[in-house]
């Protein structure tokens, strides 16, 4: 059974920066692409950012592009967002999920995904 648990959101201003974890356990994390998504009241989930097995392959929206990076520590099962610069409009409960499979597309979409966290939330204050 695949746990996939999210930790590091909070309140904050804009401006600010935070870090987001996500931990997996239960199956083989340095096979796996994993992905940050999120999604605002009343809006559909969006992926944010994604990254390859081995992390030489990353995936951004232009809406965070130049402000978040996606990282991943194998050794930890570990993949992180760091968000700079944050926004009002980043306000939303982020999710991080992973997947085994893999992709020549740049980005996988959500249903390609069968292992979720139960999301953090993000709040961003103007």
């Known amino acids: 059974q695949v746990q996939v648990v999210e930790s590091g959101g909070g309140l904050v201003r804009a401006g600010d920066s935070l870090r987001l974890s996500c931990v997996v356990s239960?199956?083989?994390?340095?096979?796996?692409?994993m992905g940050w998504f999120r999604q605002a009241p009343g809006k559909e989930r969006e992926s944010a950012a994604q990254?390859?097995?081995?992390?030489?392959?990353?995936y951004y929206a232009d809406t965070v592009k130049g402000r978040f990076t996606i990282s991943r520590d194998n050794a930890k099962n570990t993949v992180y967002l760091q968000m700079n610069s944050l926004k009002p409009e980043d306000t939303a409960v982020y999710y991080c999920a992973a997947t085994p499979y893999s992709s020549t597309r740049s980005s996988l979409r959500p249903n390609e995904y069968p292992y979720w966290g139960q999301g953090t939330q993000v709040t961003v204050s103007s």
């Open positions: 990254i390859n097995w081995s992390g030489g392959a990353t």
């Open positions: 239960g199956g083989t994390f340095s096979s796996y692409s």
